[in-house]
């Protein structure tokens, strides 16, 4: 069953021109100049119940203008959105029962009070029971490792610590559908991992749709089997990270650790992407020269100590997409 | 209807403890609301001392007025404080972890902040109406309680409603405009005397525009039984302050909604 349906979904913004200055200031009460700007330009896709997909796009492609407008806080200019069959902003109460919503820049925590406090508000103001909560609140608490933090005002968590917590307070009335905005950004490894982990367990154990956007694209590779790129309003690929990577670019990258850091490297078919010291890499496309031919090539020609085959990083893939579409 | 009052309660037990925590500025802050209005009215008792009377009003008739007003102000500033600081939660965006939520924003916004050391200036106002009372001889009935406060209820309903009207212009812009302050900060040392000592036009913009009136002299004439006091009139006046209420409630439904269309 498809979770959320969006078709042709179009913004427009009218964003105020203000000039600068005292004088411009009175002028701008007079007369206002507007700019238009077209935040969504034709966004059209489909979610099944428990799909894992990130949302990936520069900043001001539109990521936050379509997730705003799923978790009906915006209310788009034309087309169609549903998500479990209603339409975000004309039901907003109903909708929003239906939603977990995390925003790693900011928490829904109350800043000054024992985390477990903000978590028995959450509760009241999402109409949990009593028998509910304290099942969450024991599964959250262990899943997480919230044991100590839950007495702990949120002003002294550390971001790691607010992170789980947050993770926790938006998931107390157990919603099917999860939104995730850049829950990892500015976490250290281990905080990072567990995040993801978490996030893994909820989308295969307990079949919770999930849209995650972020900049980090190790979150993207650990989690997402789906990715849809959004870029200038529009999407710009939607599949599986290997269709996406089929789609930009076949190539294949070869690391080469030369024996000697002097030593001057050339092939036909490969072109060198970057060198430091010893460490050259090479970027070829295996359509044109087969990989073991390559290598026994480089191998017969030049002294190698060790070598390895990779595919482009997705930062690579993503930033090309770009490119391509401003071009 | 009853599980948002359930909610409202939770929300203002957090706010208590959550004031409490800094119990120290807590009692200071209300000593200092306690003060400054103390000195307010002396500067009125000041004036009545030189000059006797207004118009042919009493220090002790102004206190009536003075303490329903200031009461309405100071619960108004005690439980609608969140509205007074809407315009940040618009700036910084969490107002949209508001809509994310399924309760009313009305109800989020108002438990968002509740002003415990106002209640300095409503310790500070209730023994300056029951003084006034007592001086001025008025016959208590169970009525005449009731419509003192109705006074200060509608009174309160009329300010919640300007605070709400001001929260609602963030909603369509983002300089803070200060007309508002006008009317509530104004209206408060307006209505701290009886509006018929006032012109004709002002007194027409208090009765009908921003029904101050609500809180002043249509109840307060009748409690003090003035000549040309019509019960009826003085009984249906706190309707006022809830009527106006009504409409800042349908300003601030529109401003949600427009606020929804353009995101910002």
Known sequence: MAHIVVENLVKTFEVAERQAGMWGAVRGLVKRTHRTVQALDGVSFELQAGELVGYIGPNGAGKSTTVKTLAGILVPTSGRCEV?????????????????????????????????ESLELLRDIYGVTAVRYKAMLAELTERLSLGDLLDTPVRQLSLGQRMRCDLAASLLHEPPILFLDEPTIGLDAVSKLAVREFVQHLNRE???????????????????????????????????????????TREHWLILDLEDETLELEDPDAEILRRDGRRVTLRFDPARVPTAL???RLTARYPVRDLFVQNPPIEEIIARLYREQAA | MNDSWKLYLHYL?????????????????????????????LGIWAMFARFGSLQGWSLAEIALFYSVINMAFALTEMFARGLDTFPNLVK???????????????LQVLGSEVSLMRLGRILQALPIMLWGAH????????????????????????????????????????????????????????????????????????????PLACANILPLNVILQRPGATPLLGALSPCLGLLFLGVAMLAWGQGVRRYCSTGS
């Open chain 1, 294 to 296: 390559l290598i026994s």
């Open chain 2, 13 to 41: 037990g957090i706010s208590i403890r959550a004031q409490m925590q800094y119990r120290a500025s807590f009692v200071m802050m209300t000593i200092g609301f306690f003060f400054t209005t103390v000195i307010e009215f």
């Open chain 2, 135 to 210: 001086t001025v001889g008025v016959v208590w009935s169970p009525g005449k309680a009731l419509l003192l406060i109705g006074a200060t209820a509608g009174g309160t309903c009329l300010f919640v409603g300007l605070f709400l009207l001001q929260a609602s212009m963030s909603f369509w812009t983002i300089e803070s405009l200060e007309i508002a302050n006008i009317l509530t900060h104004g209206g408060t040392q307006t209505a701290q005397y009886p509006l018929d000592i006032y012109r004709p036009w002002f007194r027409i913009f208090f009765t009908f525009v921003v």
């Open chain 1, 206 to 248: 307990r079949g919770v749709t999930v849209i995650l956007t972020t900049h980090d694209m190790d979150d993207i590779e650990a989690l997402c089997t789906r990715v849809i790129v959004i870029g200038g309003g529009r999407i710009l690929s939607d599949g599986t990270l290997d269709a996406l990577r089929d789609r930009v």
């Open chain 2, 92 to 106: 910084s965006g969490d107002f949209d972890r508001l809509l994310l939520r399924p309760r009313s924003t009305l």
């Open chain 1, 84 to 116: 479990l069959g209603r339409v975000p902003w004309k039901e907003r109460t109903a909708h929003v029962k239906q939603l977990g919503v995390v925003f790693g820049q900011r928490t829904q925590l109350w800043w000054d009070l024992p985390v477990v």
